[in-house]
T-cell receptor, first 114, second 115 residues
């Protein structure tokens, strides 16, 4: 069964460093998402991506964040100059087409900022 | 703005019994969708069930059913015949009506199934 994959599973970084979180969505899916879950809290939407551009973003997704689909398979989230409060689980998700509702989530990347 | 409320931070249920996890929502959209996801301690998000606002029948998926009461704006998850493996965090979520259809999540309910 096709699935969303994410790498790495755990990333530790120093405050102020840049990190890139990688996702491979399901191959025929068209919509891609990043969500964040701070430990013990609810899952929060960051950004959605369709047709090679951002379609929606939340107030969390400020200039510190960027997304890219550098090739036909990868979808990345870059966090510049990480802060302590960026420590969280980051989930990538993908959805098939406009008429399909279910979002398939990846296993997540746990980011720890020291 | 959309809002999802889950008022039960934690629930306990005996193995083989049924349990209902509450979810209420608020939206001004006429078209919307409601989801339930399961998050075990390993952290992944597992899709359980979906209900569209125009669906007349309550959604069912195996042991999971969604008790959708549109007038009351509630979308409770019912798990029948609970199993030890059902112990997890459960999140209710709503999709937006725009083309992006991103999800807004509730705060979750931690379910513990007792042997």
């Amino acid at each position: 069964e096709p699935e969303v994959t994410q790498t790495p599973s755990h990333q530790v970084t120093q405050m102020g460093q840049e990190v890139i979180l990688r996702c491979v969505p399901i191959s025929n899916h068209l919509y891609f998402y990043w969500y964040r879950q701070i430990l013990g809290q609810k899952v929060e939407f960051l950004v959605s991506f369709y047709n090679n551009e951002i379609s929606e973003k939340s107030e969390i997704f400020d200039d510190q964040f960027s997304v890219e689909r550098p090739d036909g398979s990868n979808f990345t989230l870059k966090i510049r100059s990480t802060k302590l409060e960026d420590s969280a689980m980051y989930f990538c998700a993908s959805r098939e087409d406009p008429s399909y509702n279910e979002q398939f989530f990846g296993p997540g990347t746990r980011l720890t900022v020291l | 703005a959309q809002k999802i409320t889950q008022t039960q931070p934690g629930m306990f249920v005996q193995e083989k019994e049924a349990v209902t996890l509450d979810c209420t929502y608020d939206t001004s959209d006429q078209s919307y969708g409601l989801f339930w996801y399961k998050q075990p301690s390993s952290g992944e998000m597992i899709f359980l069930i979906y209900q569209g606002s125009y669906d007349e029948q309550n959604a069912t998926e195996g042991r999971y059913s969604l008790n959708f009461q549109k007038a009351r704006k509630s979308a409770n998850l019912v798990i029948s015949a609970s199993q030890l493996g059902d112990s997890a965090m459960y999140f209710c979520a709503m999709r937006t009506s725009g083309s992006a259809r991103q999800l807004t999540f509730g705060s979750g309910t931690q379910l513990t199934v007792l042997p």
